[in-house]
């Protein structure tokens, strides 16, 4: 899944498997629709989570998320603040 230009994009109970890049966001737009990535599945992946560009202030969460066998789970090179406090890393 990606994100790009003035996007936003919302993922909720979807499994990303076996990707170079699970989920890329890279948007400059001012539209936030939701901040939450709940209840995803983040299995064999290159990087699970890359973050280049995100336009939200609030933070981004993973709740009910797991990340598994991933090289890397999250790339966070934008420095956007993000929850894992309810996300599982196996």
Do not use: K
């Amino acid at each position: 899944m990606l994100a790009y230009g003035t996007t936003w994009v919302n993922a909720m109970d979807c499994r990303f498997e076996d990707n170079q890049v699970g989920f890329r966001f890279n948007a400059e737009g001012t539209v936030v629709t939701h901040t939450q990535y709940a209840n995803n599945e983040f299995f064999h992946n290159g990087t699970a989570v890359l973050l280049e560009s995100v336009p939200a202030e609030s933070p981004l969460s993973f709740p009910g998320s797991v990340f598994e066998d991933n090289d890397t789970d999250i790339d966070n090179r934008c420095g956007r603040e993000v929850n894992i406090s309810q996300t599982a890393f196996r």
